[in-house]
């Protein structure tokens, strides 16, 4: 059974970091593509990066040059790690995994970990 | 990028069929053939229902089908049960800058 396991979440002040980790087990995590995606509350569900098998990542326009997402193949763990954090990016992010084919879905999800930035 | 556009709530009695619809562009659903469908009830993390247009993973009720026109996805709930009230999301891939983009979400409420 695919399990994705989010932590790292919490209260941070605007301008600060903080980093997500996501354990994964029951699959071959080396071998999929991995993504955050977040969402506000009450609000739709975004997506925020992603990374290869090879460790290359790509992130949305809102949060490049700010977030960095990587993994550890050996540790079978996902990070997100997120600088000059603004209000705007107070959310659950959750990390979910990608198939195995040539087209992106999310075929399994983490329950979420909530970051909240304020003052 | 903008989200994709879905509408807000769309509500039907248990037997019955609804659709939800989702718009794009010509640069994400017009373009790729790479749209999914996600129900969330609330407090949970989403769960995929719908891959590639039209496939459903497997455990997934043949309830749920889902199709393409243009640059609108749709989604078809047929036999509505009181379980199928969630908030529904689709997405598209859009490309090699933008990737992939979330529609606004659609509240179903089952009467």
């Known amino acids: 059974e695919v399990q994705l396991l989010e932590s790292g979440g919490g209260l941070v002040r605007p301008g600060g970091s903080l980093r997500l980790s996501c354990v994964a087990s029951g699959f071959t995590f080396s071998k999929y593509d991995m993504h955050w995606i977040r969402q506000a509350p009450g609000k739709g569900l975004q997506w925020v990066s992603a990374v290869g098998v090879s460790g290359t990542g790509y992130s949305s326009d809102s949060v490049q040059g700010r977030f960095t997402i990587s993994r550890d193949n050996s540790k079978n763990t996902l990070y997100l790690q997120m600088n000059s954090l603004r209000p705007e990016d107070t959310a659950v992010y959750y990390c979910?995994?990608?198939?195995?084919?040539?087209?992106?879905?999310?075929?399994?999800w983490g329950q979420g970990t909530l970051v909240t930035v304020s003052s | 990028q903008s989200a994709l556009t879905q509408p807000a709530s769309v509500s039907g009695s248990p037997g019955q069929s609804i659709t939800i619809s989702c718009t794009g562009t010509?640069?994400?659903?017009?373009?790729?053939?790479?749209v999914s469908w996600y129900q969330q009830h609330p407090g949970k993390a989403p769960k995929l229902i719908i891959y590639?247009?039209?496939e459903r993973p497997s455990g997934i009720s043949y309830r749920f089908s889902g199709s393409k026109s243009g640059n609108t996805a749709s989604l078809t709930i047929s036999g509505l049960h009181a379980e199928d009230e969630a908030d529904y999301y689709c997405?598209?891939?859009?490309?090699?800058?933008?990737?992939?983009?979330f529609g606004s979400g659609t509240k179903v409420s089952v009467l």
């Open positions: 979910a995994k990608d198939s195995l084919g040539e087209t992106t879905y999310f075929d399994s």
């Open positions: 010509s640069g994400d659903i017009g373009t790729y053939n790479v």
């Open positions: 590639d247009v039209s």
């Open positions: 997405c598209s891939f859009a490309g090699l800058k933008t990737f992939n983009v």
